[in-house]
């Protein structure tokens, strides 16, 4: 059974750092795209960064461009997201997602959704 697992979440003041990580079993991870999607109350889920099945493509949304960074280690079976000058907006609950195939990086393109973990950015 497919099983993913988020961590690293927690309060911190704007322009702080984060980094969340993403443990997966039940499936082969390294021939499948991983996505971060998150989710503030009120809104849907939003796909924030995405990366192809060995790491060499990434895929950012345009609100988290040039201060996060998503990475994918297939020896640890582990996903990363490296979140720095964090703002309030970033306020929301994160979810790591198992992608369909290897290359595709869109919001349509992920299924099997963690728990999630929360991320709180406030003075």
């Known amino acids: 059974q497919v099983q993913l697992v988020e961590s690293g979440g927690g309060l911190v003041q704007p322009g702080g750092s984060l980094r969340l990580s993403c443990v997966a079993s039940g499936f082969n991870f390294k021939i499948f795209a991983m996505g971060w999607y998150r989710q503030a109350p009120g809104n849907g889920r939003e796909l924030v960064a995405s990366t192809t099945n060995g790491g060499a493509r990434t895929n950012y949304a345009d609100s988290v461009k040039g201060r996060f960074t998503i990475s994918k280690d297939n020896a640890k079976n582990t996903l990363y997201l490296q979140m720095n000058s964090l703002k309030t907006e970033d306020t929301a609950v994160y979810y790591c997602?198992?992608?369909?195939?290897?290359?595709?990086?869109?919001?349509?393109?992920?299924?099997?959704w963690g728990q999630g973990t929360q991320v709180t950015v406030s003075s």
């Open positions: 997602a198992q992608g369909r195939t290897a290359l595709s990086l869109g919001a349509d393109d992920f299924v099997f």
